[in-house]
T-cell receptor, first 112, second 117 residues
Framework: QKEVEQDPGPLSVPEGAIVSLNCTYSNSAFQYFMWYRQYSRKGPELLMYTYSSGNKEDGRFTAQVDKSSKYISLFIRDSQPSDSATYLCAMKRDTGRRALTFGSGTRLQVQP | DSGVTQTPKHLITATGQRVTLRCSPRSGDLSVYWYQQSLDQGLQFLIQYYNGEERAKGNILERFSAQQFPDLHSELNLSSLELGDSALYFC????????????????FGAGSRLTVL
């Protein structure tokens, strides 16, 4: 079983829809939770990160972490065709292992 | 442009061959990470270097090796290539070593696409 599970999609929504992307994880030591966006033929770029549980908002994007359920979400409001990309969640322990553990990514398509 | 430079962008080679992928980290970053991305496995951590020293190993095969040079650029060497090694190889860099508390935000390059025929 993978440490981080993510539905690969693809997820297709109309422009303006609210998008919900999710990851579950099994390692309770994870404390930092990140969302990366990857456009086709590009490297992943960081969207936002949160520490421990709670919500964080940045423009149209909201990240939520529920450590009790080992479940994280990324919400995109008023989705745009330019949001079409693969979204990867990533996690890290507070100390110890240095590298990030990634989910396999969810491919999102926003239809104009 | 993320500031992390990877070469070559594309590489096609045959089974049994050896290739070298190169990465220049973002200015000021001391840590370099190598990841492999394939369709069925997602982003898999291979190895990390910090200021020239190996710091962490992930799922890196014995046929693969890496190093970080004094100017902080890094090379990933892949030998005795197999069909299953076909993938995107990403380099990422960060300021910190990443072992202490902190998010350790990684900046990724555009990747090197390796095709083994």
């Amino acid at each position: 079983q993978k440490e981080v599970e993510q539905d690969p999609g693809p997820l297709s929504v109309p422009e303006g829809a609210i998008v919900s992307l999710n990851c579950t994880y099994s390692n309770s030591a994870f404390q930092y939770f990140m969302w990366y966006r990857q456009y086709s033929r590009k490297g992943p770029e960081l969207l936002m990160y949160t520490y421990s549980s709670g919500n964080k908002e940045d423009g149209r994007f909201t990240a939520q972490v529920d450590k009790s359920s080992k479940y994280i979400s990324l919400f995109i409001r008023d989705s745009q065709p330019s949001d079409s990309a693969t979204y990867l969640c990533a996690m890290k322990r507070d100390t110890g292992r240095r590298a990030l553990t990634f989910g396999s990514g969810t491919r999102l398509q926003v239809q104009p | 442009d993320s500031g992390v430079t990877q070469t070559p962008k594309h590489l096609i080679t045959a089974t049994g061959q050896r290739v070298t992928l190169r990465c220049s980290p973002r200015s000021g970053d001391l840590s370099v990470y190598w990841y492999q991305q394939s369709l069925d496995q997602g982003l898999q951590f291979l190895i990390q270097y910090y200021n020239g020293e190996e710091r962490a190993k992930g799922n890196i095969l014995e046929r693969f090796s890496a190093q970080q040079f004094p100017d902080l650029h890094s090379e990933l060497n892949l030998s005795s290539l197999e069909l299953g090694d076909s993938a995107l190889y990403f380099c990422a860099s960060s300021v910190a070593e990443g072992g202490s508390s902190g998010a350790n935000v990684l900046t990724f390059g555009a990747g090197s696409r390796l095709t083994v025929l």
